[in-house]
T-cell receptor
Framework: DQQVKQNSPSLSVQEGRISILNCDYT??????FLWYKKYPAEGPTFLIS?????DKNEDGRFTVFLNKSAKHLSLHIVPSQPGDSAVYFC????????????FGTGTRLTIIP | GAVVSQHPSRVICKSGTSVKIECRSL??????MFWYRQFPKQSLMLMAT?????????EQGVEKDKFLINHASLTLSTLTVTSAHPEDSSFYIC????????????FGQGTRLTVV
């Protein structure tokens, strides 16, 4: 039972354009959501997070949007840069500080120069 | 900043042998560490919660006798894959959070285990 889903296994975006990565979840107990970036043979690196009390969080080029009623979140990267090419995982937990994360299956983002 | 280090980064072992993977928090003390596993093109799946000074808590479907976890100090947790088989080949990653600061959990570099 995949409680966190990323339905797009891959995405290609032109450099300078906006990258939008999507994530859906089914467990209504999740109230804290995170995005991680991962390169091959490395551990995930934290990017940005959002609590369920907010619907948007922004950090530089990265913005995460949360739609609780739709149980959907998205990560926007603008402008996209070649160094953004990686696999992006969304993850969810019950509460901040709960390291027990449930991950999505990941989306491989390729930025085309 | 806080760093979590894993060793080895890559290991190849023969079927039937045991392999130990170490996870260290380098500049903070972690009473709890988490072990994940990732199969190719799949998500990271939580295997177990490592608790300093007490028994680990395993997720459903994870064999505790096969994946031995020891968290003997506040900076070190070890995962031992016992009697490894080819189906245990996977990418194993640990994570920990510095409880004294308001940050997310850090992940180790991961260990690629190949059982031949």
């Amino acid at each position: 039972d995949q409680q966190v889903k990323q339905n797009s296994p891959s995405l290609s975006v032109q450099e300078g354009r906006i990258s939008i990565l999507n994530c859906d979840y089914t467990n209504s107990m999740f109230d804290y959501f995170l995005w991680y970036k991962k390169y091959p043979a490395e551990g995930p690196t934290f990017l940005i997070s959002i609590s369920s009390i907010k619907d948007k969080n922004e950090d530089g080029r990265f913005t995460v949007f949360l739609n609780k009623s739709a149980k959907h979140l998205s990560l926007h990267i603008v402008p996209s840069q070649p160094g953004d090419s990686a696999v992006y995982f969304c993850a969810a937990s019950q509460g901040f500080g709960n390291e027990k994360l449930t991950f999505g299956t990941g989306t491989r983002l390729t930025i085309i120069p | 900043g806080a760093v979590v280090s894993q060793h080895p980064s890559r290991v190849i072992c023969k079927s039937g042998t045991s392999v130990k993977i170490e996870c260290r928090s380098l500049d903070f003390q972690a009473t709890t560490m988490f072990w994940y596993r990732q199969f190719p093109k799949q998500s990271l799946m939580l295997m177990a919660t490592s608790n300093e000074g007490s028994k680990a808590t395993y997720e459903q479907g994870v064999e505790k006798d096969k994946f031995l976890i020891n968290h003997a100090s506040l900076t070190l947790s070890t995962l031992t894959v016992t009697s490894a088989h080819p189906e245990d080949s996977s990418f194993y990653i640990c994570s920990a959070r510095d409880p004294t600061v308001n940050t997310e959990a850090f992940f180790g570099q991961g260990t690629r285990l190949t059982v031949v």
